[in-house]
């Protein structure tokens, strides 16, 4: 009856995902200022948001998802996130919160290979993070059923749009061509 017991319980624990393994940190790579880490976990969009954890030593780092069965998809469905540190790793160690194990952490490039989209001399990073507002605020104005968002790349700010597919399943957003050739166009001067 005891042995019973015991699996009953482990089978509802199954159930509810507490025998799943941790989402496990895959790779990581170091912003060009060090305040930013991307991570790279399988997990089909299930691991977000990341929690991080800093002390002086170490900056630990564990996708929320489960793992579980989604683990199984591996590198063919894998989550970016990008993780802001209260200060740059410089020295510390990133841990995989997942397995407790050191994560090897890719330097960023030399600022001037990096893939910056516009001549340096004529357009500053503010103005980039300006138009990526602008930009955001042009998609919501040209097509109300857009919503749009700042994103946090890994060096520069970026945008991000969603809308709900139409009656025929797809998503069509012409607002993003329109808003282009409008804000980020004229950058490249």
């Not at 990008?82 to 397995?99: K, M």
Request: with cysteine.
């Amino acid at each position: 009856m005891r042995a019973w017991g015991c699996a009953l319980a482990c089978g509802v624990a199954v159930a509810l995902g507490a025998c799943a393994p941790a989402t496990e940190v895959d790779a990581a790579e170091l912003s060009l200022d060090g305040t930013r880490v991307a991570i790279t976990f399988d997990s089909c969009n299930e691991a977000e948001p990341v929690e991080v954890d800093e002390t002086t030593e170490q900056v630990t780092v564990t996708p929320s998802g489960s793992g579980g069965l989604i683990e199984s998809a591996g590198d063919d469905c894998q989550d970016y996130v990008v993780v802001q540190l209260a200060e740059p790793l410089d020295s510390r160690t990133l841990i995989n919160g997942a397995t407790g194990t050191a994560v090897e952490v890719a330097s960023a490039p030399p600022e001037n290979t990096v893939d910056w989209p516009y001549d340096r001399a004529e357009v500053s990073e503010a103005e980039f993070a300006a138009a990526i507002e602008d930009m955001v605020a042009c998609l919501e104005a040209e097509d109300p059923l857009v919503d749009a968002w700042v994103t946090q790349e890994l060096n520069w700010p970026g945008w991000d749009v969603a809308k709900e597919p139409d009656a025929n399943g797809t998503v069509e957003v012409p607002a993003i061509a329109v808003c282009e050739e409008r804000v980020l166009v004229p950058l490249h001067r």
